[in-house]
């Protein structure tokens, strides 16, 4: 039987919302109040179900790990969504030599909460401008804006996250810093409204998954590196 663990401690809230979506909220909320005083109740309907979309948006559910899988070189998912590559790669701008590269598209009705997929220390934050083509798109890898956390694992390989903006995101928010040490499944990370998430990991990684399957960041496991 797989035991589980909380890679943080469990919130105290019915409803978890990301401190990130608060002024979403708020700025949603004071609108839909003012259109109502001033007597648009049809606007102010309309206003009101924008800031219950926008709560739902931001909701950041507590999430699990398999306890009994750390030995086993797991690589849990950095985020919930829809997988849309997993293939090997030849090379990449963030590490050196041929990867397994996952993706992950998360539409507007998803969790956007991202998580760390290995323990490890970060040892590059690397942001990249760029466009806003259709995160499901694979172009959107290379030609949207990116931030990219270079992570070295306690399995003594090196890998990559990048969070990808989307058609509609904005807004890529990493609260990670160079040096700091984070533990698998812990939150590090969020894109505001539909986006991607890249992995990029050594290319003897057996990967778990495959395109058109639906993962959830840090209870999902993606991949095993063979070494682990």
């Known amino acids: 039987m797989n035991q589980f663990s909380w890679p943080e401690r469990p919130g105290t809230s019915a409803f978890p919302i990301a401190k990130p979506g608060m002024p979403f909220i708020a700025a949603a909320g004071a609108t839909t109040l003012v259109l109502a005083l001033i007597g648009y109740s049809f606007l102010a309907f309309l206003c009101l179900g924008l800031t219950l979309f926008i709560c739902f948006f931001f909701r950041d559910p507590d999430r699990v790990i398999q306890a009994d899988e750390a030995s086993r070189g797991v690589v849990s998912s950095p985020a919930d969504g829809k997988i849309v590559y997993a293939e090997r790669v ?18 507007v009705f998803n969790v956007h909460v991202n998580r760390v997929p290995v323990c490890g220390v970060v040892s590059g ?43 509609i995101a904005r807004r890529i928010i990493c609260g990670v810093q160079k040096g700091d040490r984070l533990e ?22 057996d990967i778990a998954v495959a395109v058109g ?12 590196y063979k070494h682990g």
């Open 125 to 167: 934050i690397h942001y990249f401008p760029g466009k806003f083509f259709n995160a499901s798109f694979d172009k959107a890898s290379i030609h949207n804006e990116r931030n990219a956390v270079i992570i070295d694992s306690d399995k003594g390989f090196t890998y990559a996250t990048v969070q990808i903006a989307g058609l």
């Open 213 to 224: 399957d639906r993962v959830q960041a840090g209870t999902s496991i993606i991949g095993y």
């Open 184 to 205: 698998r499944g812990v939150r590090y990370g969020l894109i505001c409204f539909g986006s991607r998430l890249d992995v990029y990991l050594p290319p003897d990684t």
């Open 90 to 107: 030849e090379d990449n701008p963030y590490i050196n030599g041929p990867c397994n590269k996952i993706s992950i598209f998360m539409s």
